[in-house]
């Protein structure tokens, strides 16, 4: 009989895990909040190993082709452009492929067989009760169902991790900045597509992404621990008029203007999940949920990839999943807490809290794209 697995979570990490378990033989179902695949934000990377794991799924020429080659403007509060650079042509950024966030979920969904694998969208974890020799699960709808393993792959936020190891707090550390995604198709910008437009002040900084017939819009600020509801949208909307009403420079009003009518935006904080271990009894956490390294290190899907593939292989390779589960915890954690170690300087160049921090942050972008 096929071992059942509920992954919580339908994103990078989840998606990834979902295929490979289901290769390996599990009878895998993955619950996920949202009604859909949320696919808003801004373009995110694959990057190192994680390039050779997309290609042993077999879809690197897919990712390869959907990638979102970009030049990338610094602009001043008036609309002027301060600098120009291409990430995609710098040393350090050679043989990754930037890609937009939707295109590489949909490709991961893709690939899951949905005669094998049961989705359950607009639905979450609502109890969790550890045996011996399963996992009882109650849905927010009232389902129930038991498993012999339960994967948290919920993000920063996961539910699973509240419910099995403790409140979020216990494991979080913030680092005083939020930020804001909304879709912005209507901002005209006067530059090419795939023009990517960012201005900066100190503490604060909005992005334009212009790709194909659309646009994403990024509002980023410094700010003190703030009393906020991660599911509370209307509440996200409030904060971001504080920090940005009455603010004219370039087009911060517009993008501002954008978030305030949003009906998918996402809110959330500049923050990393560490935690002494990633998995308890049948439960393990993945990505985010487990290592959250945030936005700024630009590793975030490259870890969730890693991450997944690691633990489903230890998985098939060893009978006694407490093995598997040791394993993935010894093998993976220097390599996650190593990529987290980046925040600071990512944090440094993207949100300069002096003059000089901004002058150098412009001077680095020209500097390297030469």
Known sequence: MKKKVLISGASFAGLTLACWLNKFGYQVTVAELGKELRKGGSPIDVRGEALDIVRELGIYDKI??????????IVDANDKTLTTFSLNKQAEYLGDIEIHRGDLLDILYDIVPKEEVRFIFGNSIATLVQHKDQVEVGFENGERGSFDFV???DGTHSIVRELVF?????????FGVYFAFAKADHIQTGRPKNTGLIYRELGKQAVIYQFKDAANTILVFRAPKLDWNYRDHKQHKQILEQYFSGNTNWKIPEILDTMRHSENLYFDEACQIHMPTWTKGRVALVGDAAHAPSFFT???TSLALQGATLLAKEMQANEDYNIAFEKYNETFRPFAESIQARIHRGLKVHLPETEEELQASI????????
Do not use: L, Q, S, Y
């Not at 390869?64 to 403007?73: M, S």
């Not at 001077?363 to 030469?370: A, G, I, L, Q, S």
């Open 64 to 73: 390869k082709a959907g990638e979102f080659v970009h030049t990338d403007e």
């Open 151 to 153: 994967i948290g792959a």
């Open 166 to 174: 403790g409140p979020e707090e216990n494991f979080k550390k913030f």
């Open 298 to 300: 630009g590793m975030g």
């Open 363 to 370: 001077e680095r972008w020209t500097n390297n794209d030469k």
